[in-house]
Nanobody, 122 residues
Framework: EVQLQASGGGLVHAGGSLRLSCAVSGVTFDDYAINWFRQAPGREREGVSCISSIDGRIYSEAVKGRFTISSDHAKSTVYLQMNSLKTEDTAVYYC????????????????WGLGTQVTVSS
């Protein structure tokens, strides 16, 4: 059974930091792209950052320079270090897995974890 478990969300003041984790099981970790998406109330879900052996690390323009994605292959876990958080980063964050490349539509991602809430207060 494939499982993605996201954790690490919380409430933080603007300018603060959080680290999200996505623990992956049931797949060959190295074969999959792991993407972080987020969805704020009233807005469409958007891609935030992705990591894969094919593409390396990819960031959306909204988070480039503030967020860092990394992976621990021994733990089959992907991390999203979020620094200099802004109120507009408030959203539910999801991790998702797709075989191969990051470059695909979000509806092509095969596996999704439950989200973790990130709230940034002003």
């Amino acid at each position: 059974e494939v499982q993605l478990q996201a954790s690490g969300g919380g409430l933080v003041h603007a300018g603060g930091s959080l680290r999200l984790s996505c623990a992956v099981s049931g797949v060959t970790f190295d074969d999959y792209a792991i993407n972080w998406f987020r969805q704020a109330p009233g807005r469409e879900r958007e891609g935030v950052s992705c990591i894969s052996s094919i593409d390396g690390r990819i960031y959306s323009e909204a988070v480039k320079g503030r967020f860092t994605i990394s992976s621990d292959h021994a733990k089959s876990t992907v991390y999203l270090q979020m620094n200099s958080l802004k109120t507009e980063d408030t959203a539910v964050y999801y991790c998702a897995a797709a075989r191969g490349s990051c470059h695909r539509g979000q509806y092509e991602y095969d596996y999704w974890g439950l989200g973790t809430q990130v709230t940034v207060s002003s």
